[in-house]
Antibody, heavy 116, light 107 residues
Framework: QVQLVQSGPEVQKPGASVKVSCKASGYTFTNYGITWVRQAPGQGLEWMGWISVYNGNTYYGHNQDRVTMTTDTSTSTAYMELRSLTSDDTAVYYC??????????WGQGTLVTVSS | DIQMTQSPSSLSASVGDRVTITCRASQSIASSLSWFQQRPGKAPQLLIYAASSLQSGVPSRFSGSGSGTDFTLTISSLQPKDFATYYCQQSYSSPWAFGQGTKVEIK
């Protein structure tokens, strides 16, 4: 069965960086993309971007100057790094498999807390 | 960038009611629209893709319609586990965007 398992919660200081991982299983990793979505406490969903695992092409949202999405096909793992963190980046970060432009399977979410 | 606007932002309904949520795009997105359900503390779940295609395993009481700029999610007979927040998302052009969400509450 398709599973996306994300890394554990993080606490970071303002100005630091965070790198969240998303390990996929149950399907051919290179045949699909991975998208990243975040949700601040009590707020809606915010699209951060997606990466084509097949060719590495990336498409970013409004934080494009601070975010980098990568994949490691040898371990079927996707990564999302966010730099220059502020308190506004405190959120649950989700990865999801992209099939034909649709995020069909989701990870469990990773809480990132930015606090001094 | 394409903006997505959902209405209403919240609604109260009873078990068995027919519920309709609308999503409007700021420009045409053809049929590149998905609907998601999110229960508290859980990851979103894909319900509908390509505006009207039911995701595998999703109950048939959920349906989607529309194309271009105006879309609708309908729940034909609301069940207790359907009380949740619903989001639309366009994947027509980057940056993909979500609507602000519609919270469905128990009347």
């Amino acid at each position: 069965q398709v599973q996306l398992v994300q890394s554990g919660p993080e606490v970071q200081k303002p100005g630091a960086s965070v790198k969240v991982s998303c390990k996929a299983s149950g399907y051919t990793f290179t045949n699909y993309g991975i998208t990243w979505v975040r949700q601040a406490p009590g707020q809606g969903l915010e699209w951060m971007g997606w990466i084509s695992v097949y060719n590495g092409n990336t498409y970013y949202g409004h934080n494009q100057d601070r975010v980098t999405m990568t994949t490691d096909t040898s371990t079927s793992t996707a990564y999302m790094e966010l730099r220059s963190l502020t308190s506004d980046d405190t959120a649950v970060y989700y990865c999801a498999r992209v099939s034909g432009g649709n995020p069909d399977y989701w990870g469990q979410g990773t809480l990132v807390t930015v606090s001094s | 960038d394409i903006q997505m606007t959902q209405s209403p932002s919240s609604l109260s309904a009873s078990v068995g009611d027919r519920v309709t949520i609308t999503c409007r795009a700021s420009q045409s997105i053809a049929s590149s629209l998905s609907w998601f359900q999110q229960r508290p503390g859980k990851a979103p779940q894909l319900l509908i893709y390509a505006a009207s295609s039911l995701q595998s395993g999703v109950p048939s009481r959920f349906s989607g319609s529309g194309s271009g700029t105006d879309f609708t999610l309908t729940i034909s007979s609301l069940q207790p586990k359907d009380f949740a927040t619903y989001y639309c998302q366009q994947s027509y052009s980057s940056p993909w965007a979500f609507g602000q969400g519609t919270k469905v509450e128990i009347k």
